[in-house]
């Protein structure tokens, strides 16, 4: 059975034209950010392997010193060093690649303005775990990894483009959803008409990213999620949650998430089940962090060893 009546997937579908119209009316967004192009094709190509994402990689140095990095740590370095890409490569595998370019892609695309940083503190460390634990829910959801690091590091996009496009308003929407101790997807509901997901699925569709990336984004907050329909975006949901309960949340910001214990039950996972995946998920992304960090950061950053 639907969880959608015929009322409300018209509703949906009718909120797209105002949608497309608020999008077109935000600024900047004509050129994808740099690497996202040719990342893209690779997500939606299901024969694509590793060697495909080498000449992304060769042209960036600090992506070139990262992937060594990564592959060098403790974590990850099975025998000898590695000290050339393509071994680096073979070893990371084509995921572990994509992830670790995408994350870098994100990065550049979640910078904020100056006078955005107070209203948004905190919103790339979020995403960026919310990214890592979705891939590790969706790893037990029979397997199904593909896009879901990518579609969960990515589903706030949304906030960045809304606070770029309107400083001032989308300032006073998160203030007001404060006030109210009331998620700010409510809030932009009924200042906007629209909210953060949908905003963001429309512009991550018009970068020509794979429509599971997309319609996750766009579902991530749907109250009446359907789990056959868009597996991803639960465990998006499921992350988001899970993100929040950690402290990893935007300071002093409300999310509502109606299904927590719904697909808790689903994914059949136990309390010392989601506290391993929580504190793995938590030193991967000191990890992540850490390796493509500039010199000066990987000093700096407290309890996190540096990699020589």
């Excluded at 790893?139 to 879901?148: E, T, Y």
């Excluded at 483009?161 to 989308?170: G, H, N, S």
């Excluded at 699925?201 to 749907?222: D, N, Q, Y």
């Excluded at 992350?239 to 910001?253: C, N, Q």
């Amino acid at each position: 059975m639907p969880i959608y009546g015929e009322r409300q997937r018209a509703r949906v579908l009718n909120d797209m034209h105002r949608i497309i119209e608020a999008v077109n009316r935000i600024t900047g967004l004509a050129a994808a950010p740099h690497h996202l192009p040719r990342l893209a094709e690779l997500l939606r190509d299901p024969n694509a392997d590793v060697s495909e994402i080498e000449d992304i990689i060769r042209c960036d140095p600090n992506l070139t010193a990262g992937i060594l990095k990564w592959c060098n740590s403790a974590a990850h370095c099975r025998s000898e060093p590695v000290d050339n890409i393509e071994d680096g490569l073979l070893r990371m595998g084509f995921n572990t690649v994509v992830d670790l370019v995408m994350m870098l892609v994100g990065k550049e695309m979640y910078a904020l303005p100056p006078e955005a940083e107070t209203h948004l503190t905190g919103l790339w460390d979020h995403c960026l775990l919310t990214g890592i634990l979705t891939r590790k829910l969706a790893l037990k959801r029979d397997g199904m990894i593909g896009v879901a690091f990518t579609a969960g590091l990515l589903h706030d996009i949304g906030k960045v483009l809304l606070i770029k496009a309107a400083p001032r308003e989308y300032s006073q929407c998160l203030d007001v959803a404060k006030r109210r101790n009331r998620a700010c997807v409510d809030q932009e509901e009924e200042d906007f008409g629209i909210n953060h997901a949908n905003i963001g699925a429309e512009t991550l569709g018009r970068w020509k990213l794979p429509a599971s990336i997309v319609t996750s984004v766009w579902f991530h907050h749907h109250p009446g999620l359907s789990r056959t329909e868009h597996p991803i975006a639960c465990c998006i949901e499921l992350a988001d949650s899970l993100t929040y309960a950690v402290g990893h949340g935007l300071k002093d910001h409300y999310t509502r998430h109606c299904e927590t214990s719904r697909l808790l039950a689903e994914l059949k996972l136990c309390p010392l089940e989601i506290a391993n995946m929580l504190k793995e998920a938590l030193m991967e992304a000191d990890e992540m962090k850490n390796c493509f960090a500039p010199s000066r950061e990987r000093r700096n950053a407290p309890g996190v060893p540096v990699l020589r």
